[in-house]
């Protein structure tokens, strides 16, 4: 049996028409009956780096008793010449996480996933306890790596490297100080909830993993990168979500 953390993340393909252009990392996020892809904005349109995919493909477990047993499923990013995905805006600019809902009735009746839901958000009221050098995971793809037999993500250790609850330099995210790559954009940021030990998904959804930090001063040849990341406050995925249209 595999881990449920697992099998909240899926490996997100991005490709213009047929021709692949990148690997990232995505998640599961259900509200009420509704069903969500959580990934990096940047992942679905990047004007600064001319990346405009016309549809990602992400790839599903269809049989429980069979973990190397997938299915690619494809997801258009427009549909009538617009966006099917939602973003937000705050006061510091563009927030870097998007949503596209999944047509559940779409997905093969065999799929095997889990997916993170409110109930796994922090409470503000406890932001207190997550301090800094708080241990977290983030869980995703980077530079496409995985288990290719099971069709697993792999999970990498952080910690909290910034004071959680307020907004990094004024923008919606926190730093965390773990070591990603490129393809981890997208991936859920969480840490090790307490209570029931019943709970077979017991843990809070902190952020999403966005990108590295660095300095542009950095003297590349003496100085090693900061090794620091910007995780945006998983919070605005009950903002992306609220009344968001279904779509085929």
């Known amino acids: 049996m595999v881990e449920p953390l697992l099998l909240t993340a899926a490996r997100v393909l991005t490709f213009n028409g047929q021709s692949p252009l990148t690997n990232a990392s995505g998640f599961f996020f259900a509200r009420d009956d509704r069903l969500y892809l959580v990934t990096s904005r940047h992942v679905v349109i990047d004007k600064p780096s001319e990346h405009f995919p016309d549809r990602i493909e992400i790839e599903l477990h269809d049989d429980a008793d069979n973990l190397a047993s997938s299915t690619g499923f494809s997801i258009p990013l427009y549909r009538d010449g617009k966006a099917v995905w939602r973003q937000g805006l705050d006061a510091a600019g563009e927030i870097d996480v998007a949503v596209i809902e999944i047509v559940r009735a779409a997905l093969p009746a065999t799929t095997v996933s889990r997916a993170f839901t409110p109930a796994h958000l922090l409470d503000p009221s406890d932001y207190a306890r997550v301090e800094v050098g708080t241990s977290l995971l983030v869980v995703g793809f980077p530079l496409g790596f995985h ?4 069709h697993a993500p792999v999970v990498r250790q952080a910690v909290i490297a910034s004071s959680f609850g307020l907004r990094f330099q004024g923008k919606g995210y926190f730093l965390t100080d773990a070591r990603t790559h490129r ?18 998904l017991p843990w809070k959804l902190l952020g999403v993993h966005s ?7 950095r003297d590349q040849e003496k100085d090693e990168s900061l090794g620091l990341n910007c995780a945006w406050y998983a919070d605005i995925l009950m903002t992306l979500t609220e009344g968001a249209p279904t779509v085929a």
């Open 147 to 150: 288990d290719t037999l099971h």
């Open 183 to 200: 393809g981890t954009s997208g991936a859920p940021v969480v840490m090790r909830a307490a209570g029931d030990a019943a709970d077979d």
């Open 211 to 217: 990108a590295s930090l660095d300095m542009l001063t």
